[in-house]
């Protein structure tokens, strides 16, 4: 069988570990798969593990047992959190991206691989220490933004639809009201995308009130299901008075100047 230098052994390792968070995988796996020693694997692990920490790129965790191994844990610097927020507070103050009503237009920053990968990675990391069964999200814009972070956090992505439709099955419907606009919406949800007892965390592009988030509370109520985080990409100062709490955002709206430019900073 083909012999693998420590170099390959590393970049290997660290592709599979990366591109499958948080899934356990065991010794065996990359001692068969390169032929080598189980102490060898450990050492070229014991590499990866300190090159991650240095870089704040993550980390990796060693699980105990029989079916136990080692498993990538996503995460971000302070610094490099900073420095993206920044850039999108960049991107929110083009001149051209008020449009009437005084709405930020986002379309084009919601689909861009770039930018939502980052912004997933950010909100990923900050719930990566809670015990996480599915990130749920309503449909639309937020979807591309929740799916980088179930997929960071190695869980699956649940979405709550607008209305019924027949491919869904049995579905399970809500009425809330709209924190901003106190009009009554309506949000389902199919019998089989979520399992009784999960705890689930909402993410969303933006957030003004938080009416949205409510109804995803109670939404989640009927599935015996709680709500364990809140995670957004812009949130809405100017609307102070929130309907939920303990929500995490990258960048806070302060509304629109004089000059028709957004207002915005970066979350603490």
Partial sequence: MEKFSRNMRISAISKMLTENPNKVINLNTFTEKFNAAKSTVSEDILVIKDTLSRLNLGRVETVAGAAGGVKYVCGISEEDRREFAEQLCTILREEDRIIPGNYIYMTDIMYNPEIISKAGLIL?????????????????????????????????????????????????????????????????????????????????????????????????????????????????????????????????????????????????
């Fill in 124 to 268: 990923a990391t900050a719930f990566n220490d809670r015990v996480v069964d599915y990130i749920v999200t309503v449909e639309t814009k937020g979807i591309p933004l929740a799916y980088e972070v179930a997929k960071m956090l190695g869980v699956q992505l649940v979405i709550v639809r607008r209305d019924n439709k027949v491919t869904e099955g049995t579905t399970v419907s809500i009425n809330y009201v709209t924190g901003s606009s106190k009009r009554i919406q309506t949000m389902s949800l199919s019998r089989k995308a979520l399992k009784s007892g999960s705890s689930c965390i909402f993410i969303d592009d933006f957030m003004k009130a938080g009416g949205t988030a409510l109804g995803i509370v109670n939404m989640l109520k009927e599935f015996d299901s709680k709500l364990v985080g809140i995670g957004v990409m812009i949130e809405d100062v100017e609307t102070p008075k929130k309907l939920i709490e303990d929500y995490i955002s990258i960048v806070k709206f302060k509304g629109v100047s004089e000059e028709g430019i957004a207002v915005v900073s970066p979350s603490k």
